[in-house]
């Protein structure tokens, strides 16, 4: 296993709600990165949490925010929310070169 | 275009088989290479690395040719184990430090 955990495991919400998924990294990994992967593609990245700062962006509207706590756990958190953002979402930690990147077990959210 | 293409699949290939996945890329300012493995409904798995000099990791070999910007993966004596969606993925250093993902070539293998 990586160590790297993240809750809820499952989630369903409606149309317009909110929602915040957790993702705790590695012991002594600094940095996280969040992934959507819809159906049948591979993970899009939204962006990347190095040491509490933003570290770089994916093309995701600004409806999708995030942060990172002093411990490097992180939280991604999705504003009015879109049957389209139905979706795998994963975190993955590093040490902030992107040689390795180790993926959590992923929060599936369905957006009904 | 997407910035990473692969052949979706499936490959379905008795036990034993060899195959081989293919895989192009857009940008030529990429700078690292990874493959991938994904089971149904888990979290990608860091298969191996992708260097320029080829590497090997057991059945699995790995290429990359950085003047046609395509990358390879050869799986030997496939094991119903090998089973699994495998993920193309490169690394644009364009300052996001983000991996940016292929659609993924799904592989069943069988007795």
């Known amino acids: 296993e990586t160590g790297v955990t993240q809750s809820p495991t499952h989630l369903i919400k409606t149309r317009g709600q909110q929602v915040t998924l957790r993702c705790s990294s590695q012991?002594?990994?600094?940095?996280v990165s969040w992934y959507q992967q819809a159906l049948g593609q591979g993970p899009q990245f939204i962006f990347q949490y190095y040491r509490e700062e933003e570290n770089g962006r994916g093309n995701f509207p600004p409806r999708f925010s995030g942060l990172q706590f002093p411990n490097y756990s992180s939280e991604l958190n999705v504003n009015a929310l879109e049957l389209d953002d139905s979706a795998l979402y994963l975190c993955?930690?590093?040490?902030?070169?992107?040689?390795?990147?180790?993926f959590g077990p992923g929060t599936r959210l369905l957006v009904l | 275009r997407k910035e990473v293409e692969q052949d979706p699949g499936p490959f379905n290939v008795p036990e034993g088989a060899t195959v081989a996945f293919n895989c192009t890329y857009s940008n030529s300012a990429s700078q690292s290479f990874f493959w991938y493995r994904q089971d149904c409904r888990k979290e990608p798995k860091l298969l191996m690395s992708v260097y320029s000099s080829g590497n090997e990791d057991g059945r699995f070999t790995a290429q990359l040719n950085r003047a046609s910007q395509y990358i390879s993966l050869l799986i030997r004596d496939s094991k119903l184990s090998d089973s699994a969606t495998y993920l193309c993925?490169?690394?644009?250093?364009?300052?996001?430090?983000?991996?940016?993902f292929g659609s993924g070539t799904r592989l069943q293998v069988q007795p």
């Open positions: 012991s002594g990994h600094n940095t």
């Open positions: 993955a930690s590093s040490t902030g070169g992107v040689e390795t990147q180790y």
């Open positions: 993925v490169v690394n644009i250093d364009t300052g996001r430090r983000a991996l940016t």
